[in-house]
T-cell receptor, first 113, second 111 residues
């Protein structure tokens, strides 16, 4: 299957630890997006890439967050010194810049204790 | 921040009935999309309507868009238990840009 995949699907960590999530987009898609969703809310935009270039970052993306897409394929989202408020579902999506539909992965659910 | 609000926040109907939910947004848009999310899972794209379109159909789904009122509606006809999910509208200001989501409508279809 060539859908968007995310790993891990679940992550439990202790406050202060670093965590890294991976997203593999649909192979021919050059745009990749990260969103965060807390319980009962809609997803909120974090950042997006076109190929390797990070084109936009939300103000939600504090200095503790960093995202990369080094070869224009998969992307990683790292959270340093996690806080309980970082507990959320982290969603990745990809699209072909010629299209407008974003295709979402299953998400990574993070719980910070 | 959320682009707009969805109404109602929750909806409970019997199988076979129609479900209607509304979405309002605040700024000008390029297009509006509707997504479905089953509990704790990723989002599934349902339908996209462009800012110059007024109505669109896909199977049992009908979407309307009123740019003068900055609002959209999603109608699911002849609902099924499998339609139980949260439904989100999302807008973008330009093709390929970030999506801004509403808060969602939680739909429960009782068999």
């Amino acid at each position: 299957d060539t859908g968007v995949s995310q790993n891990p699907r679940h992550k439990i960590t202790k406050r202060g630890q670093n965590v890294t999530f991976r997203c593999d987009p649909i192979s021919e898609h050059n745009r990749l997006y990260w969103y965060r969703q807390t319980l009962g809310q809609g997803p909120e935009f974090l950042t997006y890439f076109q190929n390797e270039a990070q084109l936009e970052k939300s103000r939600l993306l504090s200095d503790r967050f960093s995202a990369e897409r080094p070869k224009g394929s998969f992307s990683t989202l790292e959270i340093q010194r996690t806080e309980q408020g970082d507990s959320a579902m982290y969603l990745c999506a990809s699209s072909d810049s010629a299209q407008e539909t974003q295709y979402f992965g299953p998400g990574t659910r993070l719980l910070v204790l | 921040s959320q682009q707009g609000e969805e109404d109602p926040q929750a909806l409970s109907i019997q199988e076979g009935e129609n479900a209607t939910m509304n979405c309002s947004y605040k700024t000008s848009i390029n297009n509006l999309q509707w997504y479905r999310q089953n509990s704790g899972r990723g989002l599934v794209h349902l339908i996209l309507i462009r800012s110059n379109e007024r109505e669109k159909h896909s199977g049992r789904l009908r979407v309307t868009l009123d740019t003068s009122k900055k609002s959209s509606s999603l109608l699911i006809t002849a609902s099924r238990a499998a339609d139980t999910a949260s439904y989100f509208c999302a807008t973008d200001k330009a093709a390929g840009n970030k999506l801004t989501f509403g808060g969602g409508t939680r739909v429960l279809v009782k068999p």
